[in-house]
């Protein structure tokens, strides 16, 4: 039998034998496998062992109830999908079950149709679900290029771009902001191309003071200074065969730029205090946040070295431009933190996801990451939400919600109209007045802005 074709499986949780008995008669006649237990420790012994797509439970049971079977099925991490089963008594418990993870209720005494009805409808949300993370799976895999994430057209011809040079051992030259992802791109054209089997080497240009980024770049014989007291290699002969990612070129000193320049022409080097040559078949990649025709008129940047690394470039846009792409990254950095911190965040709340699409990201993609990755660690229920954002994130708020509480406003209601005003001001800004658009950011319908606009007369 096909998977497509396997029965469902269900679990019958009552202490009356003879309502598990019905139950059983009129569900198997229905196509489902049936089987029962008596009480929720029971039922909880045989979830040990086996796996059911629905659990139907009553709630006053001896023993275990249905309320501590459904926390035990949260705690073991089990996805069944539980209906419980309310005398008229238990209604309340029955939502308190539903706020445990419970799909529904049904009240007895009920009609047998009644019980396949809900099931049915439990098989079709089981069904839809399924569908939603298989297309979430299939956008992924289509919005993801060498582990960048973006469905951009930009970013799109930067993923053609990558894929014609990346065999090829011409120089590239990516630009960008900081934040873009420069390296993410390096690596890509290193793990897309012919070089892959060999090493990929990243150095930050910036980061290694002046009198020791000639030693780190090209290596250094015993003796050749002080601290020399062995031979070095440098990460031009760490990288032979591979990619060397020079990150922030445009922050190397006057004097190593000659020596940079040499070895790309020659594609050989000589180790600090050496005297003999080495052949070195390595494929430079460069990145920089500066504009390298402004160095070079300025006398920072040699222009010969400039037009030699100038061969291939990558422009990188910066988030601000990519706002189709926020929501997606958003998303993806919640799944990484998720599994890094053992969380189970389910998703970004509506106004959550609308500050981040509001917000203009001087940082880039390295600033969302931090924003998600803080908000996922401050979570504890099912969505992130606006208050685990930082305050840089709601420039409104700081001013209208603060000065509601500076003026001795407590009313989350006009808190909550503050922030709702100020996000569809930044949404407005953001789309240039565009209010079908602006809706789409706020996640809301268009109808429901126009009657916003109204009642806080932002019009």
């Given at each position: 039998?096909?998977k497509s074709?396997?029965?469902?499986r269900?679990?019958?949780?009552?202490d009356?034998?003879?309502?598990?008995h019905?139950l059983?008669v009129?569900?198997?006649k229905?196509g489902?496998q049936?089987?029962?237990a008596?009480?929720?420790?029971?039922?909880l012994?045989?979830?040990?062992?086996?796996?059911?797509?629905?659990?139907l439970?009553?709630?006053m049971m001896?023993r275990?109830?249905?309320?501590?079977?459904?926390?035990?099925?949260?705690?073991?991490?089990?996805?069944?999908?539980?209906?419980?089963m309310s005398?008229y008594?238990?209604?309340d418990?029955?939502?308190?079950?539903m706020?445990?993870?419970?799909?529904?209720?049904?009240?007895?005494?009920?009609?047998?149709?009644?019980i396949?009805?809900v099931?049915?409808?439990?098989?079709?949300?089981?069904?839809?679900?399924e569908?939603?993370?298989c297309?979430?799976?299939?956008?992924?895999?289509?919005s993801?290029?060498?582990s960048?994430?973006?469905?951009?057209?930009?970013?799109q011809e930067?993923?053609?771009?990558?894929?014609r040079?990346c065999?090829?051992?011409?120089?590239?030259?990516i630009?960008?902001?900081?934040?873009?992802?420069?390296?993410?791109v390096?690596?890509?054209?290193?793990?897309?191309?012919?070089?892959?089997p060999?090493?990929?080497?990243?150095?930050?240009?910036?980061?290694i003071?002046?009198?020791?980024l000639?030693s780190?770049l090209?290596g250094?014989?015993?003796?050749?200074?002080?601290?020399?007291?062995a031979?070095?290699a440098?990460?031009?002969?760490?990288a032979?065969?591979?990619t060397?990612f020079l990150?922030?070129i445009?922050?190397?000193?006057l004097?190593?730029?000659a020596?940079?320049?040499r070895?790309?022409?020659d594609?050989?080097?000589?180790?600090v205090?050496?005297?003999?040559?080495?052949k070195?078949?390595?494929?430079?990649v460069?990145?920089?946040?500066?504009?390298?025709?402004?160095e070079v008129?300025?006398?920072?940047?040699?222009e010969?070295?400039f037009?030699?690394?100038?061969v291939?470039v990558?422009?990188l846009?910066?988030?601000?431009?990519?706002p189709?792409?926020?929501?997606?990254l958003?998303?993806?950095?919640?799944?990484?933190y998720?599994?890094?911190?053992?969380?189970?965040?389910k998703?970004?709340s509506?106004?959550?996801m609308?500050a981040?699409a509001?917000?203009?990201?001087?940082?880039?993609?390295?600033?969302?990451?931090?924003?998600?990755?803080?908000g996922?660690?401050?979570?504890?229920g099912?969505l992130?939400g606006?208050?685990?954002?930082?305050?840089?994130l709601?420039?409104d708020?700081?001013?209208?919600?603060?000065?509601?509480?500076?003026?001795?406003?407590l009313?989350?209601?006009?808190?909550g109209e503050?922030?709702?005003?100020?996000?569809?001001r930044?949404?407005?800004?953001?789309t240039?007045?565009?209010?079908?658009?602006?809706?789409?950011?706020l996640?809301?319908s268009h109808?429901?802005?126009l009657?916003?606009?109204k009642e806080?007369?932002?019009e």
């Amino acid at each position: 039998m096909k998977k497509s074709e396997a029965k469902k499986r269900i679990l019958v949780v009552d202490d009356e034998e003879n309502l598990r008995h019905m139950l059983s008669v009129v569900l198997k006649k229905q196509g489902y496998q049936v089987e029962s237990a008596a009480n929720g420790a029971d039922a909880l012994e045989m979830l040990s062992g086996r796996s059911y797509d629905f659990i139907l439970s009553d709630i006053m049971m001896p023993r275990l109830d249905g309320r501590g079977l459904l926390e035990g099925i949260s705690a073991r991490g089990i996805e069944s999908t539980v209906i419980m089963m309310s005398a008229y008594g238990d209604l309340d418990t029955a939502l308190e079950c539903m706020k445990l993870g419970a799909y529904d209720y049904i009240s007895k005494p009920f009609r047998n149709e009644e019980i396949v009805l809900v099931l049915k409808k439990a098989e079709e949300r089981e069904r839809l679900k399924e569908e939603n993370r298989c297309l979430r799976e299939e956008l992924r895999r289509e919005s993801s290029f060498a582990s960048i994430i973006s469905r951009n057209p930009r970013m799109q011809e930067v993923f053609t771009m990558i894929r014609r040079v990346c065999d090829y051992r011409t120089t590239v030259l990516i630009t960008g902001e900081s934040g873009t992802g420069k390296e993410l791109v390096a690596r890509a054209l290193h793990v897309e191309g012919v070089r892959r089997p060999f090493p990929f080497v990243a150095v930050n240009c910036a980061a290694i003071p002046e009198n020791l980024l000639e030693s780190e770049l090209f290596g250094h014989v015993k003796g050749a200074f002080t601290d020399a007291v062995a031979d070095k290699a440098g990460l031009f002969e760490q990288a032979d065969g591979g990619t060397l990612f020079l990150d922030e070129i445009g922050d190397m000193p006057l004097s190593l730029q000659a020596k940079l320049l040499r070895v790309l022409e020659d594609e050989e080097i000589k180790r600090v205090g050496g005297s003999t040559v080495k052949k070195v078949d390595v494929r430079v990649v460069s990145a920089t946040a500066r504009r390298l025709e402004d160095e070079v008129a300025a006398g920072r940047f040699r222009e010969d070295l400039f037009f030699r690394l100038n061969v291939f470039v990558i422009p990188l846009p910066p988030l601000r431009e990519r706002p189709d792409d926020i929501g997606l990254l958003a998303e993806h950095f919640l799944e990484r933190y998720n599994r890094r911190f053992g969380k189970e965040v389910k998703g970004i709340s509506p106004g959550a996801m609308g500050a981040l699409a509001a917000y203009a990201w001087p940082g880039n993609v390295r600033e969302l990451e931090n924003v998600i990755e803080r908000g996922v660690i401050l979570c504890d229920g099912p969505l992130l939400g606006a208050e685990q954002l930082p305050a840089r994130l709601f420039p409104d708020r700081t001013d209208d919600a603060a000065a509601l509480v500076a003026g001795g406003s407590l009313s989350i209601k006009q808190s909550g109209e503050a922030l709702e005003k100020a996000l569809i001001r930044r949404a407005l800004e953001r789309t240039g007045g565009n209010r079908t658009h602006a809706a789409r950011l706020l996640e809301i319908s268009h109808r429901a802005l126009l009657y916003k606009l109204k009642e806080y007369g932002l019009e």
